[in-house]
């Protein structure tokens, strides 16, 4: 079995692990295993395609992470949609059976659990029918209907 064949089985076999664990770092590490496919089929030395592998790798991975940085670092503000073009999600309806003592609820939406909070954080939390007015990176804003 050739360079060739070996580097493109690891792409995939990271890729796979990719896909198990939902991280995109593996996903970084395949492209460098791609990378280094490329490499051996250009007829470059086993040292020097392993030397690029980890280079285009790594780079890409910490590509990834800078930027998962800087979207952290970023006002909750600025994930908003532009003016005029809202959320699909607002306006929905949703169920809340139990607040948390931090002013957050886990609510169903669309198949899976949200976290949630009240727009205005000095309501009295109350369990029912909720309107979801904001969406806030990964959390639903809620108001009492």
């Known amino acids: 079995m050739g360079d060739v064949t070996m580097w493109w089985i690891l792409a995939g076999l990271l890729v796979g692990a ?10 970084m590490l395949a492209l460098g295993a791609a990378v280094g496919g490329v490499a051996a089929w250009l007829g470059i030395g086993l040292v020097a ?54 002013g957050t609820a886990r609510v169903h939406h669309r198949g899976s659990e949200w976290r949630a909070r009240l727009a205005d954080p000095q309501g009295a939390p109350q369990t029912g029918p909720h309107r979801i007015c904001a969406i806030e990176r990964n959390q639903l804003v809620l108001e009492k209907i």
């Open 49 to 102: 395609q392993i030397v690029v592998a980890a280079c285009a790798g790594g780079a890409a991975a910490l590509a990834w992470y800078a930027r998962q940085r800087h979207r952290a670092t970023r006002p909750a503000d600025s994930d908003a949609p532009p003016p005029g073009l809202g959320h699909l999600d607002v306006g929905e309806q949703v169920q809340v059976s139990h607040w948390h003592a931090d």
């Open 18 to 27: 990719e896909l198990l664990s939902g991280t995109l770092y593996l996903l």
